[in-house]
């Protein structure tokens, strides 16, 4: 059972989809060995309880043991837990030795304000004394932070796919006041519990809206646009959820001086994600989900209208997979970052066709 | 075969889904025959050969007739040919007899100015001439002129359902200038014939826009915005298609003084509906496709953020089954007012649950 | 509010899916009025409240009163309740008049033999003195015994389906002994509450068996394929869960004599069925669910093999919509017999294409 | 660009479903360099054309050349193209270098009886003289005759499938006569031109049968399993088309002496497949397409009815992903074994969850 990979790693929290994905993701990787996974679900099961593609393919069991036990010996904790739930359990797990790296999937430490936190996710923050330690891991933009850091903040799907179209706009000074944003998402992003808004019969025929304007994503893509350049954004964010399963397609409405041309704001874009990893500007066609779907990569893009009176609607566009690139795949490119690895261990795959 | 029926209609073009639906009416219509079916496909064939749910339902068969023929001996022509098709073939179709009425799904007549038509459509408009015969088929908006018109121009899919959703602020005098519009559309919107776009395996997991801010229904909405109140109305608007078969979901930002409060809002919307055989402001949610799919009903809704410097961002909803009120049932609809008949005569089926 | 119709009915247990199309089909009826629908779920919200598709179609209200109450001055009682507490509440029912009719759409009373519901059903029969009152509601079978029937109970999805499968095979002495059947379902069937087998992102990609072998319509199949002559059918069924909402496929493989050629039994088929208003086989293709969704018709056929030893493997095929003529469009069906009416009355809409 | 990889591969045929996966899988294998890929389609675009999730994933572009040529300086060629077409080439194929090996992917090589191939594929063959030099691409079955083979045929996708289920079955002796199978298949399975029956709006809430007893399949799977143990087997297959994009499940239906009971019948599977990389049999449920959507694992199970006269019914089940186990990640398998590598090389991801 040796393998010789040169780092551990423990899951925490692995019974849902986003630990399903980080799992997976571990077990084909090159340089990281995933040696136990915490759940309260499934004690004892093999981890194909949770995730049936696992059947056979791991040794490994869910174990119920507390987040600091199974942060003893790892090199990095992947933290896979609810809201909240996470920030309660970081500082046993901070704990468990001085080296131990985290990254954290859930919204706890990705807002900066404590106030803020609390307003959206309508809860008392369980460690605030903890939110200056991490950097918020949205590569694009904190890459070398993001390897210094012992603590990362993995964004949440609606921001990376939201922030990743309009970073090049910030980064530009262009990116200032009122601006709409319409994300249609797929189920998977509701998580591994059966719901109302995620039974089959309704699902399956239907496009539906829910929080407009309220979502909880918005600070954390007004905070994180802000560093890159945004002034005063007040972003105005209407989810939609539609019957596929992976997938979000994010579309941003502004309004810019007449000078930004379609040929300068493509130009814009591509410079902006020349060189990066898992960002593309498709060259002959928009971002579409279908080209994300089960892979790393996000795409995005631009269409601008013919100007009116010295300025012209411009739209942006966002795709990623929101279990990907939108969870636990940028969850482990931010791993990947802090042990010093290839950023693209595991991720490689360019992913089905058709998905 | 004598059905007491006190009207009779023929379906010219009826291969297409909106051929299919409005036949489907026309064969459970109380009051009004479908006498003869004309088509270049599948001439001679039972109209089972296009939409199986037909088969052994009706001994019509499509018949390979000219339009003009066609028309003899009816009440009223629904017309389901494609654009240009449609308005080249009227001449005919109105001289068969002085008082056959024509209800025409396709874009030709919608529009009052010639050269717009000629610019989003494509093509030299083939019968400007009867332009301002037409009345544009928003019972909601043109109701007494519909009653009394000869030719009526049925809207189409994405107008009807942002015109149902932006008609209270139009008429209220709030629609003006630059409005942002996001809709998002099931696969039966783009017709019978299948295409890469419409291909299962990549559109069951697929979210893409396309034609972003040059959708050729942008002009239609226009024109009937303004007949209701819009000043100079700009509306950018980015088409979504979703792996669903039927219905549309529209989303409009617009910023508004902020004494335009929710409460406010809600109570505009209600009051301008009230009465509506076939739009209604949901009481406890948001328009949602599931509970329209498969009926000529419309759901339209509004939300409202919060004030900021005066002023608040206000989203207004709509949502439709395409092929029913966006399309067929609204012709039915049209031509039941057009004859002096009950508005809801084969509409009032609520449509399934689970859809 | 006088509707002027004729006759009265209750639905008791309106708020799952069979209930909303059962209501749906009332709505509409031009002879029976929905007087009101008992549920112990969303007592005294509007019907829109478990069907939004109902939002101010009608003013009812579910009402938390006992059956025996609802059933007070009414035609007809529908009964959506789940097995077991249908058969609890009959004898309330019953009593609330000598003549109140009653449609059970449970499996309470669809098996003559009491052993062999306790087996398959897993409980003590509530109320086992009634069974003998209760006529098998398959009106192709039985339709003369359901119009003189005070109490029928309506057959379920799987069981409509295979039964019109195999009713011709069963009256012409070619059924005997073991016969295999396979019959893949949509998600509707799995009813109104989520669970990990209708939740979306694992039910909108998967194919998946459950009970097989054990399924509880295969008595029901039997004792009904037994009454129009099949000789000791032993079936073994296997059912499939599959990723769309409304629709059973099924197919069975029997092996007959070589002399039963294709033609024959095409034939054979056709005959069985002509004059039927809701059962037909399709001139040019087979049976399949896209067809029959939303509409209350079946479609069956039948493709054979080649001879050898005397011998051909022949497959019969059924399709039905699970909620129509799998359900509660049959109950409809049957109360449309039992008070005397047309049998299509409110059931003769073709269906929508595409489904 | 020089990978330091061992070995070189072109791909022949590779704007289609299966061309994108295998092309997918050589992208990212640790021994194997893509490094052409011919087509008749796309010739001189990105491959992204045919496969937009390849979007700047590679510089790799669709070479307009004669496989001839493609053959030229690589190790192996991987074979996409449709049937006939594939054998038409194969001779220039080998002639590129007495070495070159070959994997085909089109039933061309699959059946050893020309006679067979002429009836069922309706062609004349055009390559009989090499039928004898290619191995069945079955690893469970052929695996050492693969591991020294020069060309290989790799099993179609309900072969695959229903052979791992009968599989156990033939080499216990226990197969034998007249079997029914049933296979349910997505999409994906019809290939990359949009047709009528991949058109979204119908097929997304369809199920339906095609090809009943007569698919191209059959003889393959006979050939195969006779090879095993199968005595005079006569398959009677009906294939079901349902609206998910990948999979296949299969259920075979036998019967068999009463001392084969489920637990000695599981033993039998358990054992047949122990130690095999990619067929697995699930502990605590049966197959489901879920659990291998994605991934090169195929299921399968058995469940097993109560005896009656001595025999009792055996129902034997399969899933696998059609494009990968059932379609090009077979052929990777295959080449992997051709080339001496890890059977596992590129194929260890167990897919993701949900799928």
Redesign the interface.
Known sequence: MATGKRFKAAVVGGSG?GG??MI?RL??HPDVELVRVASIDFVGE?L?AA???????TDLVFEGIPPGEAAQGVDVVLLGLPHTVAASKLAEIAAASPTVKVVDMSGDFRLKDVASYERWYKHTHPCPERLKDFVYGLPELNREAIRKARFVASPGCFATTIELALLPLARAGLLEG?V?V?G?T???G?G?A???G?????????????K??EHQHVPEITETLALAGARDL?L?F?P?S????????A?A?V?LPEEWTPARLEALYRETYAGEPFV?V??K???????????N?A?VGV???AP?NGRR?V?L?G?TDN?VKGGAGQAIENMNLMLGLDEKASL????????
Not at 198 to 210: E, F, K, M, Q, S
Not at 285 to 295: F, I, K
């Open positions: 989809y399903a994905e997976r077990l084909v093999p194909a995730d049936p593609a696992l059947e056979q393919v009122v709409h319409q249609i797929g189920s998977s509701s591994v059966p719901s109302a995620t039974h089959h019969p309704v699902r399956a025929g239907n496009l539906r809206t829910y407009p304007l007040q105005r209407v939609v539609a019957p596929l399963v992976r997938g979000i397609l579309t409405f309004e593309r498709p060259r066609r928009l971002p579409e989900v279908a080209a994300v779907s089960g892979s990569h795409e269409a601008a209208g009116r609607t739209t566009f795709a279990l490689a795959d360019p992913g089905p066709w058709p998905p």
